[in-house]
């Protein structure tokens, strides 16, 4: 029963973002006053692994919520990467618990770091909750993660104050935005800040129609800058990238570098600097610029880590602090090998197991609709 518990652990996984501090914070006020001790596991499951603990006194954590990133650090350790079944190795991780001196355990992160969690409750019966942390807000468990709506805003400013020296030079700007295999901050901020075009991985992009065609209509129709949004994880049509791209080919996607749960490092295929490259090559589109009066130039713009940059916003701040109380809930309540979840603007419970799954932006959703009209309309209206 929750009364049995007196000590949790809490450890946060995989990369940091705007809210997971506000997450620990909520944790730590409820269990003040449930009378239940916290301590911070350092590093994510690496910390769990080796016992790397810090005390959690709330006195000395006066609105931690308002801070960014993570006091307890992260790393994107995998506990599964070796040659023992995931059940031997759940149930080793799982007699940690004694050593780390805890009841329960409150896991923050996303897919790969409540997989983990996820395993320990179903081979091990482990007392563990888990609360969904990703920038890119693609599980499937809860309608917004916390961090996101903060990285939308930072990268939707950037491109605004990109906007400014694109209309001063006449330039055309590939910004990347973080989203390895899910869209949802590239099309967020990238509608926001109205840019021309939008690339995600969810819809591979033909380099010809989504891109050369749509420059010239727009430069046709009397545009002078242009701003490309793409998603770091954005990918060409097999047979847009045979027959259009001269720099790299499916060999080169295909050789790229593996992160430690066997994804795709995406991020170093520099996608929007293969597509400068790929503009840069194309005389057809210079000409076009040229009888326009328009001065060709293109530059790539990588956002990267500045988007888990800085404070949370005030959403990401209350709803980190939410997620920690319901997750604390959770565990008072003895409801283990669950998830918290935001459905609409109410907390709910989904088990682990479900929460993980990914999602991703489906075609009949609107903000697809959207980026198309916003791409066609503002050029075919200005069509004499």
């Known amino acids: 029963m929750g009364d049995q518990i007196k000590r949790i652990g809490i450890l946060t996984g995989g990369g940091d973002c705007p809210g997971l501090n506000s997450v620990i914070y909520g944790i730590m006020l409820k269990a003040y006053d449930a009378g239940i001790e916290c301590i911070g596991i350092l590093k994510g499951w690496k910390g769990f692994i080796e016992n790397l603990t810090i005390p959690l006194n709330i006195a000395d954590h006066d609105d931690l919520h308002t801070v960014g990133g993570t006091i307890l650090y992260t790393s994107r350790t995998n506990p599964f990467k070796t040659n023992s079944s995931k059940e031997q190795v759940a149930k080793d991780l799982a007699s940690k618990f004694e050593e780390l001196g805890i009841d329960a355990l409150v896991a923050i992160g996303g897919d790969d770091t409540l997989g983990v969690a996820d395993a320990l409750y179903k081979y091990a019966d482990a007392k563990v909750v888990g609360v969904p942390k990703t920038i890119d807000n693609d599980l499937k468990g809860t309608h917004y993660t916390f961090g996101f709506w903060s990285a939308v805003q930072l990268a939707s400013n950037s491109m605004d104050n990109l906007t400014t020296t694109a209309r001063s030079h006449q330039r055309v700007f590939v910004v990347e935005i973080m989203g390895r295999d899910a869209g949802f901050l590239t099309m967020y901020s990238g509608i926001s800040a109205g840019a021309d075009i939008i690339l995600i991985p969810e819809t591979p992009f033909d380099l010809e ?20 949004a793409v998603s770091e994880g954005a990918y060409p049509e097999a047979e847009s990238l045979k027959n259009d791209f001269k720099t790299i080919s499916q060999d ?20 929007s600097q293969i597509i400068v490259e790929e503009l840069n090559l194309r005389d057809d589109l210079k000409q076009e610029f040229n009888k326009n009066g328009v001065d060709y130039e293109c530059r790539s713009v990588i956002l990267g880590h500045t988007m888990r940059a800085g404070t949370p916003n005030s959403f990401d701040r209350i709803l980190g602090l939410r997620f920690g109380l319901a997750a604390m809930k959770l565990i008072i309540e003895s409801k283990f090998g669950n998830m918290v979840s935001l459905q609409g603007n109410k907390m709910e419970t989904v088990p682990l197991s479900e929460g993980v799954k990914k999602k991703y932006i489906t075609p009949d959703n609107d903000k697809m609709e959207l980026r198309d009209l916003l791409v066609k309309i503002r050029y075919l209206s200005k069509q004499k």
């Open 209 to 228: 129609k989504d891109i050369i065609e749509v420059l010239k209509n727009r430069v046709k129709s009397g545009y002078k800058h242009h701003i490309i």
């Open 252 to 271: 080169t996607i295909n050789k790229l570098p593996k992160d430690t749960f066997g994804n795709p490092l995406l991020t170093h295929l520099k996608i």
